[in-house]
């Protein structure tokens, strides 16, 4: 499709299947953002890691070390609009989580 058409026109074939600079290439690749999209879009979708995927320390039970926030989670949240207050909460219990992980006492804020 056109996603692998431009990883081919910006690596080599034999670069396709080395995951680190596929990575590198594609953050690296200029995106032009010329306006929002209307308010009445901006909308959470569903979709993403499943609830029961993850532990209460929104780690992923299936790759210990990998904590899961915010519009990478499934659900359908009755907040509406940019779930800002539910992704920095989300993305605040997953820090303290991976803190925890590591052994590390997670700050009192």
Known sequence: GVKAGLLR??????????????AATLKA???VLSAPRP???AI?????????ALDAALMLRA?????????????DAPTG????TACLAGGRAAADG???????????V
């Open 29 to 31: 690749l200029p995106r």
């Open 39 to 41: 308010i009445d879009e």
């Open 63 to 75: 790759r210990p070390g990998v904590f899961c926030a915010g519009e990478m989670l499934d659900w």
């Open 9 to 22: 026109e910006a690596l080599p074939a034999d670069a396709l299947t080395d995951a680190a600079r596929v």
């Open 44 to 52: 959470s979708t569903a979709g993403g890691v499943a609830i029961d």
């Open 81 to 84: 609009g940019y779930l800002l």
């Open 98 to 108: 991976a803190l925890r992980w590591l052994g590390v006492t997670p700050p009192c």
